[in-house]
T-cell receptor, first 114, second 115 residues
Framework: NAGVTQTPKFRVLKTGQSMTLLCAQD?????MYWYRQDPGMGLRLIHY???????AKGEVPDGYNVSRLKKQNFLLGLESAAPSQTSVYFC?????????????FGNGTRLTVT | AQSVAQPEDQVNVAEGNPLTVKCTYS??????LFWYVQYPNRGLQFLLK????DNLVKGSYGFEAEFNKSQTSFHLKKPSALVSDSALYFC?????????????WGAGTKLIIKP
């Protein structure tokens, strides 16, 4: 029972470099999310997807892009990394976005941008 | 505007004592309320939710939460704390009246249970 799997677990980038974070879920969930977690700020939604082939902006989308080419995968891209993007990134999925459907989270990717 | 407040950055409790982690919210419509727990270097795990019905909701690991509409609160409680309950706890709310199904998160409360 893998649930939500994120790769990589850790990454260090230099300013201006690019990278892609991969999220995979095996629960056949329609909805997938990317959050960033910073100390004292809780979780902030970057982008989300309501189904294969769809994406939408969340609260803090600038500097990030996403793609959902397959239902089970949700990719987060940083085209030109900045130190302000140093954070822990979490992917999550849910059966639906309505009412009572809880989120299932991956274990996170710790990204440092120098 | 929708918001969630967790007024305590940290809560310290002795093992065996009851614990409470506070959460208040502000939404325009009916709230769906959630508690999640995060252990070190792990993702968040769902603990419990309030959708409708009984104001006292029971969840995983012996936790429960009480929905109070008049005080717009959803405090997390446990009758007898364990050292293993030490973790970061997040409250979240979804405002179904606004047609926006995104979750609004509190900043988190660090719970420390001392032996």
């Amino acid at each position: 029972n893998a649930g939500v799997t994120q790769t990589p677990k850790f990454r260090v980038l230099k300013t201006g470099q690019s990278m892609t974070l991969l999220c995979a879920q095996d629960m056949n969930h329609e909805y997938m999310y990317w959050y960033r977690q910073d100390p004292g700020m809780g979780l902030r939604l970057i982008h989300y997807s309501v189904g294969e082939g769809t994406t939408a902006k969340g609260e803090v989308p600038d500097g990030y892009n996403v793609s959902r080419l397959k239902k089970q995968n949700f990719l987060l891209g940083l085209e030109s990394a900045a130190p302000s993007q140093t954070s822990v990134y979490f992917c999550a999925s849910s059966y639906s976005a309505t009412g009572d459907s809880p989120l299932h989270f991956g274990n996170g990717t710790r990204l440092t941008v120098t | 505007a929708q918001s969630v407040a967790q007024p305590e950055d940290q809560v310290n409790v002795a093992e065996g004592n009851p614990l409470t982690v506070k959460c208040t919210y502000s939404v325009s419509g009916n709230p769906y309320l959630f508690w999640y727990v995060q252990y070190p270097n792990r993702g968040l795990q769902f603990l419990l939710k309030y959708i409708t019905g009984d104001n006292l909701v029971k969840g995983s690991y012996g936790f429960e939460a009480e929905f109070n509409k008049s005080q717009t609160s959803f405090h997390l409680k446990k009758p007898s704390a364990l050292v293993s309950d030490s973790a970061l706890y997040f409250c979240a709310v979804r405002d179904n009246g606004a047609g926006n199904y995104q979750l609004i998160w509190g900043a988190g409360t660090k719970l420390i249970i001392k032996p």
